[in-house]
């Protein structure tokens, strides 16, 4: 039995490959966790890119805003990281269903909520 550094050791790894084999569920499960924290992890990506720019965001007369602060934050990085991670969280939740029934994986992506706020108190 080989074991790496900080990793399960092999029969170890085989036997939740077996576990996850046997319970198709298991495999939504953590599929749908997965997913709605890298979903929050895009969402709080795109926060920041909003509220680093939010101070350029002034009105002009009553109804019109500048351009310019619309190209800024589309020109972030961190903005469009936030979109891709956003995006694949609802491909990987997409797929979270093919294994996995909708009562297991939507109150598992309620996960995002909860990781949201901790990342917005801390």
């Keep these: 039995m080989s074991t790496a550094i ?3 050791p092999s029969a170890q790894f085989h036997g939740l490959l ?11 499960a953590l599929l749908s966790v997965g997913g709605a924290v890298l979903g929050a992890i895009g ?5 920041a890119a909003q509220y680093r720019y939010a101070s350029e965001f002034q009105k002009v007369g009553s109804t019109i ?3 310019t602060p619309y190209r800024k934050l589309v020109a972030c990085p961190s903005y469009w990281l936030g979109v891709g ?3 694949l969280h609802r491909v990987i939740t997409l ?9 297991t994986v939507a109150p598992l992506g309620a996960v995002k909520a909860t990781t949201s706020l901790s990342r917005l108190v801390c």
């Design 6 to 8: 900080g990793s399960l």
């Design 85 to 87: 991670a956003v995006v």
């Design 65 to 67: 805003f500048t351009r």
């Design 95 to 103: 797929f979270a269903l093919s294994y996995a029934p909708e009562t």
């Design 43 to 47: 969402l709080t990506a795109q926060k």
């Design 18 to 28: 077996e576990t996850i084999g046997e319970q198709p569920w298991l495999l939504g």
